[in-house]
């Protein structure tokens, strides 16, 4: 059984740094584009970041600069790294997978992903 498993989540203060995990299980993903995800209280789910198979990445607007995504495809794991972090960054961030081809355009719109983890909590204080 497929399944991807988040951690690195807590309550840190602004302007504080956080790195999220995600390790895949159940199959390898080393061929597939991953992606984090964010879900605010009372907001739809909305794009973060991703990385190709190959280690191009990708980035919202809102959290370019601050946020880092990488792989490592040995350990099956992606992991974000998210620095000057800001109260409107608190939000349930969820690891993905996309199906093998699809574009980091398609998986940006939350489409064409294969898996989900369980998603760990974020919280930022002022």
């Known amino acids: 059984q497929v399944q991807l498993v988040e951690s690195g989540g807590g309550l840190v203060q602004a302007g504080g740094s956080l790195r999220l995990s995600c390790v895949a299980s159940g199959r390898t993903f080393n061929n597939n584009n991953m992606g984090w995800f964010r879900q605010a209280p009372g907001k739809e789910r909305e794009f973060v970041a991703a990385?190709?198979?190959?280690?191009?990445?990708y980035y919202a607007d809102s959290v370019k600069g601050r946020f880092t995504i990488s792989r490592d495809n040995a350990k099956n794991k992606v992991y974000l790294q998210m620095n000057s972090l800001r109260r409107e960054d608190t939000a349930v961030y969820y690891c993905a997978a996309a199906h093998l081809g699809i574009t980091i355009a398609t998986m940006t719109g939350g489409n064409g992903l294969d898996a989900w983890g369980q998603g760990t909590l974020v919280t930022v204080s002022s």
């Open positions: 990385i190709t198979w190959n280690s191009n990445t």
